[in-house]
């Protein structure tokens, strides 16, 4: 028996998901953010939308993860609640 | 605020690396018309690479070479590329962005005009989303205030 490709993916994306929003660390949760967008990339070109895995590669993984750092030193790395 | 760090490995590597993405985000620019990719991706590529210079070599030396007023004069002449290639197709009596009657002043037939007006507005969309790209980091880092600005209020 072999498991499909989609459903691997399905997983490590919920898994990304869950953890960017328990994870105390704001950094880390930016670089699991950028994990999970890598894993939405990898299920777009599965279903064959290759136009919009290649933007979620480059604008939500690559200009979106700087941009999200370039606040973060606007402000403390840990969280207070 | 980013200020210039003094790592070797890093900055030599990020200037070997930085020509190889920008020749990467044309390539994806230019053949965005008939394989994935296109403006957009390869504008935010070609934006990627200058704020990959911006955070290991400073705010002072990307200044001097694409400063935040040239980014915004960057991201006007690419709309105006893709709004003047628009109206041309207006004035040569089409519909707004109907690229096939520009083979009136490209002496092509009206198939390869048509390709080469999509080609035409990929680059004028790479040139917007390049420069606001650039733009939005700049501010972000930066706090909208510029650090020769501080200087003179010091």
Known sequence: ?81 | MIIRGEDIIIKTISRVLVPFIQLYALYVIMHGHYSPGGGFQGGVILGASMVLLFITHGYAEVNRKFSENIAVLFSSIGVLIYSGIGFLCLLLLGNYLDYSKLYKILSVDPAHARSLGILGVEIGVGFAVMAVMFSIFFDISTGGVSPDDEEEAE
């Open chain 1, 1 to 81: 028996m072999t498991i499909p490709f989609d459903l691997i993916i399905q997983i490590f994306v919920i898994i990304c998901a869950i953890a960017a929003i328990t994870v105390r660390d704001l950094l880390s949760a930016v670089m699991i953010l950028g994990a999970y967008s890598f894993f939405m990339c990898l299920m777009w070109a599965q279903m064959g939308a290759v136009d919009v895995a290649f933007t979620e590669a480059s604008v939500s993984a690559g200009i979106g993860t700087i941009l999200f750092i370039a606040a973060l030193m606007k402000t403390t790395r840990r969280t207070k609640d």
